[in-house]
């Protein structure tokens, strides 16, 4: 079992800066892939970026270069860094970890304003 616990959302304006934190516990060294998703009012759930055992990461499209995902295993936590944030960008974001099984984060609202 892991234990997903995201901070770090809240409002920003068009143009600014959040950073995303996810804390694992539980199983946490069996967690083989961690990503952040997330969903928008009346959208499905998308994939933001994934980060691997092997520190090898991978954006979507539409946040290549403005967000950044990052581990640090000694704090057991996942970052996401968002820059330039967009209107677009507004949604709930969740943690996921990938163990075999899958095990998800409560959510954490990101509204950018313009």
């Known amino acids: 079992q892991v234990q997903l616990v995201e901070s770090g959302g809240g409002l920003v304006q068009a143009g600014g800066s959040l950073t995303l934190s996810c804390v694992a516990s539980?199983?946490?060294?069996?967690?083989?892939?961690m990503d952040w998703y997330r969903q928008a009012p009346g959208k499905q759930r998308e994939l933001v970026a994934t980060i691997t055992s092997g520190i090898r990461t991978t954006y979507a499209d539409a946040v290549k270069g403005r967000f950044t995902i990052s581990r640090d295993y000694a704090k057991n936590t996942v970052y996401l860094q968002m820059n330039s944030l967009k209107p677009e960008d507004t949604a709930v974001y969740y943690c996921h970890a990938f163990t075999g099984s899958n095990y998800w984060g409560q959510g954490t609202q990101i509204t950018v304003s313009s």
């Open positions: 539980g199983s946490r060294f069996s967690i083989n892939v």
